[in-house]
């Protein structure tokens, strides 16, 4: 199976425009997962939740999953893609999900980033999709500093972490390293590139947009320059292997009932 | 607070030898926590449960625990160190805290590596200890692939991971880093370093043993090569402000309601 990321660059507000750059780097695959950033659509910062709420759109009914919806129709893809998602007088920091056959589903971000918090409401739930070939998990960008997040998606059986990202901090790539060895899975992280300034705001982001495999290397990726689309082709049964020697399987090893303090505030 | 490690390499099987040396290097530090490798005073590779049981020692009252309360009593040292600890048939891969004033307490593994399984009973619940200015927390080795020990330790309050390894794989190191930044506490990593061959099995331990600060950095470490002991004065009050914006804080923006996944099989 093909899976890999786009990495690009968004223009604040101009969703057309972002959008259609989007379509002409995916024009280039075809059979293949793909992720694309968090929020790519739109941009990063939002300056109060009026304008966030004139940029969010309706699930699946707006036009940026409309046109995602074609082109997953035309080159037979699975796409992932953040936007910021309408559902009624809320506002949920997305990572949309189209299949070629035209199902959508959206994962609704749990942990949110900083002034994320003052914008948008956070979802509720880890969220897993069944592909042909495939389990995909959704996480957004922060997401990255929870190990409970990349843990509960590999438990509900996702072989791929799907995910969406705009970072900024420095550790994100490397911890994802880490989330996909210690639940021996795959993880794609599409990032942004490029610097935002809204105001007294500047966020500059960082790239390195990469695949992971379930022994934490590295399979692909790219600097923080290129805009680019990149695939790599896995066999997805490796994240099924959960074993990393002859007796310790890092989900049989796993001891739940002296984890009881995880679920406890 | 003083706090460091000490780094050394063990001859199988030569308890006074090894528990000597350490005391050697003991010698030179007062006032401070020193972590000291897993079963640093028997060596790693036991051919069998006989030989096993014939290495281990009761807690307290084995004659390594002994000496090491000499030398935490003599420099006002608070040790944490690794053996095995037989009690009644059983035999666990244990870290031995000892206090200045003589106190003795001990963890025992409970996520267990390889061979270890065939050796060893396993822990059954993760430990910490409230020392004057400090909260430790103890977890060893391989338990670094769970995230679960460390945010189980986080979670009980503990301000420094004192973890005593024999890391072999190559991963460990760079895992206490993140481990320290996600929950936002200090980690010691005690490593043994040099190659211990015993029949057909092989082991070169990596060394590097480091402490790591709450925004996971290291702030002190060592190669692979030099059998010695560091330390370093740190804040320990870094590890209780678990804040890394104004809007985030890694223990408060947990959402331990949605991680109900982590506490089953």
Same mark, same amino acid.
């Given at each position: 199976m093909k899976i890999g990321f786009l990495q690009m660059r968004s223009k604040f507000g101009e969703i057309k425009l972002n959008v259609k750059k989007a379509l002409g780097l995916l024009e280039r695959v075809n059979d293949a997962v793909i992720v694309l950033p968090e929020l790519f659509n739109t941009g990063y910062i939002f300056r109060n939740k009026e304008e966030l709420i004139s940029l969010s759109e309706k699930v699946p009914g707006g036009y940026t999953t409309k046109q995602m919806k074609k082109i997953a129709k035309k080159n037979n893809l699975h796409l992932v893609f953040g936007l910021a998602q309408k559902v009624s007088e809320k506002v949920y920091n997305?990572? #949309?999900y189209v299949s070629p056959g035209g199902k959508v589903d959206s994962y =609704?971000? #749990?942990?949110l980033y900083d =002034?994320?918090?003052l914008l948008f409401d956070h979802g509720r739930a880890f969220k897993t999709k069944s592909i042909?070939? /495939?389990?995909?998990?959704?996480?957004?960008?922060?997401?990255?500093?929870?190990?409970?997040a990349a843990r509960s998606l590999a438990l509900k059986g996702a072989q791929i972490l799907c995910h969406p990202s705009n970072l900024v901090l420095p550790w994100g790539q490397d911890a994802m390293k880490l989330r996909c060895l210690e639940n021996r899975v795959f993880g794609i992280t599409a990032n =942004?590139?490029? #610097?935002? =300034?809204?105001?007294? @705001?500047?966020?500059?982001f960082t790239g390195n947009s990469q &695949? #992971?495999?379930?022994?934490?290397? @590295?399979l692909i990726s790219v600097g923080d320059r290129s805009e680019s689309l990149k695939v790599v !082709? @896995? !066999?997805?049964?490796? /994240? !099924? !292997?959960k074993d990393i020697n /002859? $007796? $310790? $399987? &890092?989900?049989e090893d796993r001891f739940p009932s002296y984890y009881s303090m995880l679920t406890r505030k």
């Amino acid at each position: 199976m093909k899976i890999g990321f786009l990495q690009m660059r968004s223009k604040f507000g101009e969703i057309k425009l972002n959008v259609k750059k989007a379509l002409g780097l995916l024009e280039r695959v075809n059979d293949a997962v793909i992720v694309l950033p968090e929020l790519f659509n739109t941009g990063y910062i939002f300056r109060n939740k009026e304008e966030l709420i004139s940029l969010s759109e309706k699930v699946p009914g707006g036009y940026t999953t409309k046109q995602m919806k074609k082109i997953a129709k035309k080159n037979n893809l699975h796409l992932v893609f953040g936007l910021a998602q309408k559902v009624s007088e809320k506002v949920y920091n997305s990572a #949309v999900y189209v299949s070629p056959g035209g199902k959508v589903d959206s994962y =609704r971000k #749990v942990h949110l980033y900083d =002034r994320e918090k003052l914008l948008f409401d956070h979802g509720r739930a880890f969220k897993t999709k069944s592909i042909k070939g /495939a389990k995909l998990g959704f996480m957004i960008c922060f997401d990255w500093m929870f190990p409970e997040a990349a843990r509960s998606l590999a438990l509900k059986g996702a072989q791929i972490l799907c995910h969406p990202s705009n970072l900024v901090l420095p550790w994100g790539q490397d911890a994802m390293k880490l989330r996909c060895l210690e639940n021996r899975v795959f993880g794609i992280t599409a990032n =942004r590139i490029g #610097v935002e =300034r809204r105001g007294t @705001v500047r966020l500059e982001f960082t790239g390195n947009s990469q &695949v #992971v495999g379930p022994d934490g290397e @590295v399979l692909i990726s790219v600097g923080d320059r290129s805009e680019s689309l990149k695939v790599v !082709d @896995v !066999d997805i049964s490796e /994240a !099924d !292997d959960k074993d990393i020697n /002859a $007796n $310790n $399987n &890092v989900m049989e090893d796993r001891f739940p009932s002296y984890y009881s303090m995880l679920t406890r505030k």
